[in-house]
């Protein structure tokens, strides 16, 4: 009798871990090193989280200021023929935050869902899947933060074209603030 009801419960736990785990997101985090900018925006990490309705990325910033945020971009490859890229973006402007979506190399799309929050120690982006052309395929990621200054170009050209780490660079990018490498794939759950 006992030996029946333990081989029950091992086929219903067995059942729901299979019936759970279609429903959860695939996940990957990318651990960056601190230090390597200024302190309002250093990246210490980034989780890119690839569900079945959305994608989404946080950038854990454990000394994030608001006020010296210029703006946040995220690049989001997909792994399907041509390896389609997107951009969002959300930038400082004068009278406030403007986010825009495009399709790398073509003109800026609309897409409806779309959030990038910046809370406390971390900045959320949210992308609806269908604005990704209704993935169901890996992606990779490459996220950076910047400050003002280095959005109005207020900062010595030799860092904007060849930033080196250190506690007062203006702009933080994982896995690289320069270059086009991007976090590992992600795959679609």
């Not at 989780?47 to 079945?52: E, F, I, L, Q």
């Not at 910033?61 to 792994?79: D, M």
């Not at 779309?114 to 900045?123: A, I, N, S």
Request: aromatic residues 4%; charged residues 25%.
């Amino acid at each position: 009798m006992l030996r029946g009801a333990i081989l029950g419960l091992v086929v219903v736990m067995a059942l729901g871990a299979g019936l759970a785990s279609p429903a959860e997101a695939a996940v990957r985090r990318v651990d960056d090193p601190r230090g390597d900018a200024l302190s309002a925006l250093d990246v210490s990490a980034v989780t890119v989280r690839n569900a079945r309705t959305r994608v989404t990325v946080t950038l854990r910033v454990p000394r994030l200021e608001r006020r010296r945020v210029g703006g946040v971009t995220v690049f989001v490859r997909r792994k399907a023929p041509g390896r389609p890229e997107y951009a969002v973006s959300k930038v400082r402007r004068g009278d406030g935050w403007r986010t825009t979506w495009q399709e790398f190399g073509a003109s800026r799309l609309v897409c409806k869902g779309l959030r990038v929050r910046l809370r406390e120690r971390r900045v959320v982006v949210s992308i609806p899947q269908r604005c990704l052309g209704d993935n169901r395929s890996a992606v990779r990621v490459q996220a950076s933060v910047f400050t003002r200054a280095y959005l109005r170009g207020n900062v010595p050209d030799e860092v904007i074209l060849d930033p080196k780490p250190g506690p007062s660079l203006p702009i933080d990018g994982v896995p690289t603030v320069r270059g086009a490498r991007m976090t590992p794939w992600v795959a679609h759950r």
